[in-house]
Nanobody, 122 residues
Framework: QVQLVESGGGSVQAGGSLRLSCAAS????????MGWFRQAPGKEREAVAL????????YLADSVKGRFTISQDNAKNTVSLQMNSLNSEDTAAYYC???????????????WGQGTQVTVSS
């Protein structure tokens, strides 16, 4: 069964850290690209961090470079997003996604998790 399950969201004060994890079914983990998107109220869904599952090469949005890190654990079929120095602009629902290629366009991804909320208070 194709499945992506996120965990680790929550509320944190500005400057704090959170770690999101995405556990994928074995079939889903064969996708060539996995990553994290986020969507704030009234805004479009945007790519935050992507990782090529075979090479480990990553993409980070300019807004999170130096603060966020994406990593994978192939033994556990898990992709994680370490978020440091959080600010109010990081408040959004975060979605794990998997697809055949890495792209900043959500429509390129055919598997999605249910989303986890991240709220940063100042």
């Amino acid at each position: 069964q194709v499945q992506l399950v996120e965990s680790g969201g929550g509320s944190v004060q500005a400057g704090g850290s959170l770690r999101l994890s995405c556990a994928a079914s074995e079939y889903t983990y064969t996708s060539k690209c996995m990553g994290w998107f986020r969507q704030a109220p009234g805004k479009e869904r945007e790519a935050v961090a992507l990782i090529y599952t075979s090479s480990g090469n990553t993409y980070l949005a300019d807004s999170v470079k130096g603060r966020f890190t994406i990593s994978q654990d192939n033994a556990k079929n898990t992709v994680s997003l370490q978020m440091n120095s959080l600010n109010s602009e990081d408040t959004a629902a975060y979605y794990c996604a998997a697809g055949p290629r890495c792209s900043v366009r959500p429509r390129e991804f055919n598997y999605w998790g249910q989303g986890t909320q991240v709220t940063v208070s100042s």
